[in-house]
């Protein structure tokens, strides 16, 4: 049997990462080569991602033209 593992961010007040509350703004400005590279090699390791139909709209318009360190895993 597999492990299943959840990759969420949430705030410490429980709100979770949306254009509206910044979160993913302060999420997207951490610039560490080492964090960067911690967080790709994670996403390797992943046999799957599951997610709902709205983030994966978004997704796949994104990460295929995409330049980013993340876009390839």
Do not use: C
Not at 9 to 35: C, F, H, W
């Amino acid at each position: 049997m597999r492990k299943l593992i959840l990759s969420f961010y949430i705030s410490l007040d429980g709100k979770s990462a949306d254009g509206d509350n910044g979160i993913r703004d302060v999420m997207t400005s951490i610039d560490d080569p080492e964090q960067e590279k911690y967080f790709v090699s994670r996403l390797w390791e992943a046999g799957a991602f599951l997610m709902g139909r709205t983030t994966y709209e978004i997704m796949a318009g994104y990460w295929p033209g995409s330049d980013h360190p993340s876009a390839q895993a």
